[in-house]
């Protein structure tokens, strides 16, 4: 248990469908992050929010739109998705940008 | 080209022997941390390094940090089929605001 929640843990979802995943951070922490990660790639860093102002956006199809009401909640909204989005999203959270972080379970997500 | 390099990509070995893996760098990190990650899940730390030269032990897992604070390796001691998973460094560089990972070393041990 790492202090971050995730859910769902799994989301098959039609390309035409809207849905949400849902982080959870219970470790005070200032900043969240968004990552993908593909089979046999890397762990692709989508969005950072500092002290819940986005201060990272890596070239992200408009597709996924992020949101931080709190510090302890990242959300990523998922609209009009395309196969090639399946993936693992993983949600991860830190003191400061350059500390240590901890992550969620993930999310494995299907697009049909 | 990614900021941390990690080799191997891919290592498969028998339960009982000994393997390092390295993550390398050009670039200089105010601290490096190492994840393993399993199938399905999300990484989970392992241990941070600050300190050049710095060396800490995990058990059978044996973690350094180099001196000039640019690369860092893992030892594994008689590996088990539990330490199968992919592990990831990730680090701090000075005078950036960010945490970069690199692509892990995929690591299967057979029984």
């Known amino acids: 248990e790492t202090g971050v929640t995730q859910t769902p843990r799994h989301l098959v979802m039609g390309m035409t469908n809207k849905k949400s995943l849902k982080c959870e951070q219970h470790?005070?922490?200032?900043?969240m992050y968004w990552y993908k990660q593909s089979a046999k790639k890397p762990l692709e860093l989508m969005f950072v929010?500092?002290?819940?102002?986005?201060?990272e956006n890596n070239s992200v199809p408009s597709r996924f739109s992020p949101e931080c009401p709190n510090s302890s909640h990242l959300f990523l909204h998922l609209h009009t998705l395309q196969p090639e989005d399946s993936a693992l999203y993983l949600c991860?959270?830190?003191?400061?940008?350059?500390?240590?972080?901890?992550f969620g379970p993930g999310t494995r997500l299907t697009v049909l | 080209t990614q900021l941390l390099e990690q080799s191997p990509q891919f290592l498969s070995i028998q339960e009982g022997e000994n393997l390092t893996v390295y993550c390398n760098s050009s670039s200089v990190f105010s601290s490096l941390q190492w994840y393993r990650q399993e199938p399905g899940e999300g990484p989970v730390l392992l241990v941070t390094v600050v300190t050049g030269g710095e060396v800490k032990k995990l058990k059978r897992l044996t973690f350094q940090f180099g001196d000039a604070r640019k690369d860092s390796s893992l030892h594994i001691t008689a590996a088990q089929p539990g330490d199968t998973g992919l592990y990831l460094c990730?680090?701090?560089?000075?005078?950036?605001?960010?945490?970069?990972f690199g692509a892990g070393t995929r690591l299967t041990v057979k029984p």
């Open positions: 470790l005070g922490h200032n900043a």
């Open positions: 929010y500092s002290l819940e102002e986005r201060v």
């Open positions: 991860a959270s830190s003191q400061a940008q350059t500390d240590t972080q901890y």
């Open positions: 990730a680090g701090a560089r000075y005078n950036n605001n960010d945490m970069r």
